[in-house]
């Protein structure tokens, strides 16, 4: 029987485009549920953060799709930190949890509101490259409230590798 540990684990590094096409699923599923008002399907989206928390793409249908399918065909791969999408998945957790929650509690408006900020924040991920969580991440290794080994590129974006088209000559 596999341990534990070989089940769970976030992968140290991931590859961004992958990220982007979880995203725009995101975007698709709670658009879907705001214009149906199917609201339950918060639930759905909950789950589908948790086991990206836990194990990244290895058992969320939509993470297997995006990396196992739809990044490859998008060209080669642009690696960046594990640690950061980690830190936004568990973002995305907390606020799917939170609008489950309200519903079951009777406020479906909290629940409306919740994926609708959601909504907005999956957005700039997915269309814009642009992931809210890695800003804060990269924050709080800033003020010190997260270990900068934890990302050193995100401590210091000198780091950060620049591709560069050869140079022909």
């Given at each position: 029987?596999?341990?534990?540990a070989?089940l769970i684990?976030?992968?140290a590094v991931v590859?961004?485009?992958?990220?982007?096409?979880?995203?725009a699923?995101?975007v698709?599923?709670?658009?879907?549920?705001?214009?149906?008002?199917?609201?339950?399907?918060?639930?759905?989206?909950?789950?589908?953060?948790?086991?990206?928390?836990?194990?990244?793409?290895?058992?969320?249908?939509?993470?297997?799709?995006?990396?196992?399918?739809?990044a490859?065909?998008l060209?080669e791969?642009?690696?960046?930190a594990?640690a950061?999408?980690?830190?936004a998945?568990?973002v995305?957790?907390?606020?799917?949890?939170?609008?489950?929650?309200a519903?079951?509690?009777?406020?479906?408006?909290v629940?409306?509101v919740?994926l609708?900020?959601?909504?907005?924040?999956?957005?700039?991920?997915?269309?814009?490259?642009?992931c809210?969580?890695?800003?804060v991440?990269?924050k709080?290794?800033?003020?010190?409230?997260?270990?900068?080994?934890?990302c050193?590129?995100?401590?210091d974006?000198s780091?950060r590798r620049?591709r560069?088209?050869?140079v022909?000559?």
């Open positions: 029987m596999a341990s534990m070989s684990g976030f992968p590859n961004e485009k992958a990220a982007r096409v979880v995203a699923g995101v698709v599923i709670t658009a879907f549920t705001l214009a149906t008002g199917w609201l339950w399907l918060s639930a759905l989206l909950a789950v589908g953060f948790a086991l990206r928390v836990a194990a990244g793409p290895r058992y969320s249908p939509l993470g297997r799709l995006a990396s196992g399918t739809v490859p065909r060209g791969p642009r690696i960046v594990g950061p999408k980690q830190f998945q568990g995305g957790l907390v606020f799917t949890l939170a609008a489950t929650v519903l079951v509690l009777g406020a479906p408006v629940t409306v919740l609708s900020v959601l909504l907005v924040f999956a957005s700039l991920e997915a269309f814009l490259g642009f809210a969580g890695c800003f991440f990269g709080l290794i800033r003020l010190g409230l997260v270990a900068d080994d934890t050193a590129e995100c401590a974006i780091l620049v560069r088209e050869p022909a000559g």
